[in-house]
């Protein structure tokens, strides 16, 4: 499932990675019982990028990131930071900065002495200290505030603190621990942009950690989707929206129809699966899968994908018939549940572009189509890419 | 000691104008502070009474000569140093060991923990004259020669749980990940508890140091059982009770009351700046 990446060679400082992990496993002892909690991950992260980790609580992305910070050790294999092995450095000694989740500011210093904290560590010169953190300040759009306290600030405002904390140091790569998550919904909208903003400013690789999938499709150039300790896929938002690897990646990224049935025959690369008369649903077959007539598979559909219709559509596409059984007016778009014989409670989406009305009432009989290259198999039979 | 708050509670309704319903409540505030200061000012008062007998306990006049004369008595000037050094000392000691075991309770978790604790918390809670006995008799058995040494141990031993305590409960507050910010930003361990983690547990280790300090420098039952020869202030002053106590006592008591009174009030003035500043 995870996708294989082609490690530039070590030592070539021009393409070297930012970040590499090589088989890294990490166990914890807990209540005498050894809980694997990352379970063999690779990955190259690229100067420059910005990248997710992805994936529900418990999945090890925290754990992952915290084994490059220096605050936890792998139990096996390796970490490099641009090509240099850090597996044992402390976390002091570590080219990288983390901004934590609760910010972790030092509530008694200044916004000055915040940031210009790991500057003075190093030794830096006095009058280049202040000019720095004044620079990044002003980056973070916090100039004036110098001479604040962080308990003094809103949460939006220790937020952009803890960014310039970490950033004034120009470290390697920037760690961010769910750094949204304790703001209101507006402001982390704000902040997405904020931050996309600032990364593309000073250019430092980000490595984002979050389970809001959201914000991983807003802001990461690439997002490696995590579940219980392994990597379940690697791509680009797109990528990962519009072809799902597997079925928790369809069900955790957006909503997903999941469907089943099964395949009548296998013709030009498409698979058809059969049910009743006029319904049938065409699924491409990608390089290297292979299905036969008879076999049972598993497909998912976007909602946004799929059009409804009172009266049988035209056209060689998946179409399906079923009943409506759910309507949930949003504003921009109406929601509809329709039970059909490919899965219960299929999910549509229809854009309310021009309709001042619903197409379809709860109970109504109608049909679903969409275009064939909108589904992907899923599942045991896999859709490697 | 432990009374030295009292003075700057008194000041504060000063002269405002309280409805009549709250009549009960101001005459039971006035009732407790009385009840709390009333000994506190009869020792100040005897400390200028002009008496001629050798027990001060009649007013026979308002005089100085008590302050002009304080270091007259050898003894008992040789026991307030005593009391006063070993108080310093066990309170240096107590605070350092004291933070240690603390930190350690708030902040890590560890095989014994819970025994830590519960020793701590024995350590608090048992009666001074058990834990005076057993002292004596564990110097006796050890062979240990009594005397200002075994004092300042007993006084270290005793206190070290209060110092514990008040900075466990701090740490336990302490987000740990701005310790790994710190960390993070390049400090290591040491200057990451000088800069960072000190810092913000400094008011549980002073109140934990001024706690220390109390309860060294007016033990009697402890320091009355390890102490062999060597006489401090509580000792001296009890044994003069037979004798006579001289209003020099008073004035040492006064004095030793205004420092309490002062450093408790810088205390809550410095935190109170602290918790402008956020």
């Known amino acids: 499932m995870t996708e294989t990446q082609d490690a530039p060679a070590r030592g070539d400082s021009a393409t070297l990675p930012a970040i590499e992990l090589a088989g890294v496993v990490k166990d914890y002892q807990s209540h005498g019982e050894t809980v694997r909690a ?37 139990t096996e294999g390796e970490v ?29 210093m200044s916004v000055f002495e915040n940031v210009a904290f790991g500057l003075r560590r190093k030794g830096v010169e006095r009058s280049e200290i202040t000019r720095r953190v004044g620079e990044m300040l002003e980056i973070v759009d916090l100039a004036g505030r110098e001479k ?11 937020q952009r603190v803890a960014l310039a904390r970490a950033l004034v140091n120009r470290p390697r790569a920037l760690l961010l621990d769910e750094p949204l998550g304790a703001l209101d919904l507006k402001l982390r909208q704000q902040m997405q942009v904020e931050l996309k903003r600032i990364q593309r400013e000073v250019g430092v690789t980000f490595v984002y950690v979050t389970h809001d999938q959201g914000e991983a499709l807003t802001m990461s150039d690439r997002i490696a989707v995590m579940n219980d300790g392994s990597l379940e896929q690697l791509g680009t938002p797109r990528d990962i929206y519009e072809h799902p690897a597997s079925k928790f990646v369809a069900g955790f990224i957006g909503t997903s129809n999941l469907l089943s049935g099964e395949v009548a025959e296998v013709a030009d690369g498409r698979a058809v699966l059969a049910y009743g008369p006029g319904e049938r649903i065409v699924v491409p077959l990608r390089e290297g899968t292979a299905v036969s007539g008879g076999q049972h598979v598993e497909l998912t559909v976007r909602p946004e994908k799929i059009e409804l219709h ?9 179409m399906i018939r079923g009943t409506v059984s759910e309507v949930v007016y949003l504003g921009t778009s109406t929601n509809y549940q329709v039970v059909t014989s490919a899965g219960a409670d299929v999910v549509v989406f229809t854009q309310n572009v021009n309709s001042a009305e619903d197409i379809a009432a709860r109970g109504d009989s109608v049909w679903l189509s969409w275009d064939p290259r909108h589904s992907y198999l899923i599942g045991q039979i896999g859709a490697t890419p | 000691m432990t009374t030295t708050t009292a003075p700057a509670a008194a000041k504060a309704p000063a002269r405002r104008r309280v409805p009549r319903k709250g009549l009960g409540l101001r005459i039971y505030t006035w009732a407790v502070i009385a009840w709390l200061v009333l000994p506190i000012a009869v020792m100040i008062l005897f400390g200028f009474n002009d008496t001629s007998s050798k027990f001060n306990f009649e007013w026979e006049g308002f005089t100085l000569k008590w302050y002009a004369q304080l270091f007259d008595r050898e003894d008992l000037t040789t026991a307030l ?10 309170t240096v000691i107590t605070t350092v060991l004291g933070t240690l075991v603390g930190l350690a309770l708030g902040r890590y978790s560890f095989r014994g923990k819970g025994v830590s604790n519960l020793v701590l918390f024995a350590a608090i809670s048992s009666p001074e004259l058990v834990m005076g006995a057993s002292l004596l008799s564990m110097f006796v058995t050890l062979n240990t020669p009594r005397g200002y040494a075994t004092i300042l141990v007993s006084h270290v031993m005793f206190s070290i749980a209060f110092v514990a305590m008040t900075v466990r409960a701090r740490a336990v507050g302490l987000d740990p990940s701005i310790e790994e910010a710190a960390r993070d930003l390049g400090a290591g361990p040491w200057t990451t508890f ?8 400094m008011p549980g280790v002073i109140s934990g140091a001024l706690l220390a300090f109390a309860l060294s420098i007016d033990d009697f039952i402890i320091t009355n059982f390890t102490s062999g020869s060597t006489v401090t202030f509580p000792l001296w002053v009890w044994g003069s009770t037979r004798t006579g106590t ?6 040492m008591g006064t004095l030793l009351f205004a420092a309490g009174v002062l450093i408790a009030v810088l205390n809550m003035v410095a935190s109170r700046r602290r918790a402008r500043r956020g």
């Open chain 1, 38 to 74: 990352v379970k063999g991950l690779d990955l190259t992260i690229g100067e420059g990028e910005f990248f997710s980790l992805l994936g529900p609580s418990g999945c090890g992305k925290t754990t992952t990131m915290r084994m490059i910070a220096g605050f936890e050790e792998p």
């Open chain 1, 310 to 318: 009172t009266e049988p559509p035209a056209g060689d596409g998946s």
């Open chain 2, 81 to 90: 140093i005593n009391s006063i050094t070993i108080a310093l000392a066990s």
């Open chain 2, 246 to 251: 001289p209003p020099q006592v008073n004035v």
């Open chain 1, 80 to 108: 490099f930071l641009h090509g240099q092995k850090v597996t044992g450095v402390p976390a002091h000694r570590r080219d990288v900065n983390m901004v934590f989740q609760s910010y972790a500011l030092f509530p008694h």
């Open chain 1, 148 to 158: 604040r306290r962080p308990g003094q600030m809103s949460g939006g405002q220790q």
């Open chain 2, 194 to 201: 000088r800069l960072v983690t000190l810092p913000l547990i």
